[in-house]
């Protein structure tokens, strides 16, 4: 034991007087953020000084994450958050309800401020913007209920990380509901409503940003800002289609509220009679986008469609003075009955669930359903899964999980050439799909008349937003080649769009960046893609500003610039996409008996790892639709995206 002492002391007497060649720290490159091997870092105990209940990461390992984070419930925190890192120069990354898919709420140092605790719910007969603000809310506010007055628009007001299901479970006491995201965990006024989100319903309302009354922001100095039509009114207009975590923290929105809509639901379901024949699908599928601006205008139809390798199915929704199953049944029947005969196609395959009544309390539960999955409509809920488990509370970033995406209008879904770039942009890799939403046209595009929103203006011409999605590299390529007006909606785009400040802002790029420069002129607000992503670079894993011997990056394609967060997002498994093919009532499926891209599932897992064989299409006519009257409807696939949901 002395022996063992002795030897110790003797070692660490020898390390103290060796010399040694390691360079003391130095400061942090001037005009770049802090990183903890610099000599100006704070200190630990600077850090939990002055930000009582921050929580140090530890040592770094990968993914790269920031080295703190720090949880928000009021809005006094937010400020000693954004105070903090600006005084002391650190990179900020703003977390909210964590579904953020190409890595803007993520950084691989400085502080990660938590702000889905921010909540708070109270709704309002009518609102009128002052420069005083709508009352405040917070974690202890109470909700309350209202009588609707019908000359009267009603709003509510929502602390920034209320998501869409707990705004509307507290609207529904009063008869009332708001749009939101498509998953109903999403915040309603974090990453979805400032980037002018869709919504199941936005064609019939508007996108979210043509609901929003109302921000409340915390700036750059820690400052607190009402922004409206009244007060800070160029801030406002930014928060309405210009981004999130770009201009400020959103702390607190107000937005319009609606009686509680009457909706009807048809879906339906065919696939081609090959298994192997992955292109007649194209066709058919090119002649529905063609007949999608009818619908849409005539029977103020709009929802969610999916293309496959050799399948098509879809649920669509008419609300309110459109729910009417004749009218409805009219438009659709004759467009399924001339797809589901043109050649390759499999007539016998049609499944057809006519309108049923849907009750706009199960938007939620449909929201969150993996709807694209390899079952037809009716099938029940065997794939069904939410984003966050059972008691998850926390939000977790995903990092940049691989999609592209492309809006198109009127001349993109009569283009000659559809059926192609159907074919061509639909990924050939496993769970490879084209994921599409009929959720512009409307009033999403009657708003922009007279636009008072920074909305896209690729979205004032779109009647769809299409995506690309599976388990790989994807690519929109095909699609922006016959869409040279169109865009791309940047809360599901791929993170290296090209030419990104027209795709995602158009013209109204530069009147952002001025309004971004005189919010936060020094940069803090970080996210890429958004405004102003390329006054800075990503060197040696800090961010630092452009201008001196720090050289913006040079593209040609004029594409995103490359973020300082490199995490990858993680893929659900491969799964087999179709297991078989339905061949009619009456008549066994037909089975592929070759293995298909990520082979067979495993026992205990269907289409989504949860059955124990591949998923049967059940039975049609009536059978299909007492399946569907028992068990919500499927509308958005969360299984290609690795749980993607959306923003």
């Given amino acids: 034991m002395k022996w063992t002492l002795l030897t110790l002391a003797a070692a660490v007497q020898l390390a103290a007087s060796a010399p040694t060649d390691q360079a003391a720290p130095l400061p942090a490159p001037e005009n770049c953020k802090k990183l903890p091997v610099d000599a100006d870092w704070p200190s630990d105990e600077v850090w939990k000084a002055e930000l009582k209940g921050v929580e140090a990461r530890g040592p770094q390992k990968q993914p790269a994450r920031p080295d703190y984070k720090y949880e928000a419930n009021t809005v006094a925190k937010v400020q000693k958050a ?23 709420n993520d950084a691989p140092s400085g502080l990660s401020l938590l702000v889905n605790e921010l909540k708070g719910i109270r709704v309002l007969e009518s609102f009128v913007p002052t420069a005083a603000g709508a009352e405040s809310v917070d974690y202890k506010t109470k909700s309350n209920t209202i009588k609707p007055v019908i000359e009267l628009q009603a709003a509510v007001t929502v602390g920034g990380g209320v998501n869409i299901d707990e705004a509307n479970k507290a609207l529904r006491q009063s008869g009332l509901y708001a749009l939101g995201a498509a998953h109903g965990e999403v915040s309603i006024a974090g990453g979805w409503a400032p980037a002018a989100g869709h919504a199941t319903l936005s064609s019939y309302y508007g996108n979210a940003a043509d609901q929003a009354l109302e921000y409340k922001v915390v700036i750059a ?20 289609g210009g981004g999130a975590g770009v201009y400020g923290v959103v702390v607190e929105g107000t937005f319009k509220a609606y009686p509680t809509p009457k909706l009807l639901s048809y879906n339906f379901w065919m696939n081609s009679t090959d298994y192997d024949d992955n292109k007649s699908v194209f066709t058919p599928a090119a ?19 999916y293309f496959y390798p050799n399948a098509i199915n879809a649920m669509f929704i008419a609300p309110n003075e459109y729910a009417n199953a004749t009218k409805m049944t009219e438009l659709i029947d004759p467009m399924l009955a001339k797809m589901s005969t043109m050649p390759g196609m499999d007539p016998k395959s049609l499944i057809k669930i006519p309108p049923v009544t849907f009750a706009a309390s199960g938007l939620g539960s449909v929201q969150n359903s993996n709807g694209g999955l390899a079952s037809a409509p009716g099938a029940g809920m065997a794939g069904m899964r939410k984003r966050h488990g059972p008691g998850e509370m926390e939000p977790t970033p995903r990092g940049t999980t691989d999609e592209d995406s492309r809006l198109l209008g009127v001349e993109e879904l009569t283009h000659p050439d559809l059926a192609e770039a159907l074919y061509q942009a639909l990924p050939k890799i496993p769970n490879g799909m084209l994921r599409n939403h ?55 785009a791929w993170a290296k769009q090209p030419d990104w400040k027209d795709a995602f802002f158009g013209a109204h790029y530069p009147k952002l960046l001025s309004i971004k420069q005189k919010y936060d002129p020094d940069h803090l607000f970080y996210t890429a893609p958004g405004v102003g992503a390329d006054l800075l670079v990503a060197k040696d894993g800090r961010l630092c500003k452009v201008g001196g011997n720090i050289k913006a990056a040079v593209d040609p394609t004029n594409s995103v610039p490359d973020s300082d967060n490199q995490n990858i997002g993680p893929h659900d498994p491969a799964t087999v996409s179709w297991p078989m093919l339905y061949q009619g009532e009456g008549l066994p499926p037909k089975a592929n008996p070759k293995a298909r891209v990520g082979g067979p599932p495993k026992q205990g897992g269907g289409a989504s790892g949860n059955a124990t064989q591949p998923v049967a299409t059940p039975a049609g006519g009536a059978a299909a639709v007492e399946a569907a009257k028992g068990s919500p409807t499927p509308m958005e696939d969360h299984r290609g995206m690795g749980g993607m949901s959306r923003m």
Wanted: glycine content about 12%; overall charge positive; charged content about 20%.
């Fill in 82 to 104: 954004v105070k903090f890192t600006s005084q002391h120069n650190l990179r900020l990354s703003i977390l909210n309800s964590g579904h953020d898919f190409i890595g803007r």
């Fill in 221 to 240: 100095n820690g400052t607190l800002l009402v922004a409206n039509k009244v007060v800070n009114s160029d801030l406002f207009w930014a928060l309405r």
């Fill in 287 to 305: 002649y529905m986008c063609s007949q999608l601006p009818k619908l849409n205008q005539e029977g103020g139809i709009q929802g969610y469609f």
């Fill in 438 to 492: 009929l959720v512009a046209g409307g009033k999403v595009m009657k708003n922009g008349i007279n636009d008072e929103t920074s909305t896209n203006p690729a979205w004032r011409r779109a009647y769809v937003h299409m995506m690309t999605t599976g388990i790989g590299k994807v690519s929109a390529e095909p699609l922006r080649k016959i869409s040279p007006k169109g865009g791309a909606y940047i809360n599901e």
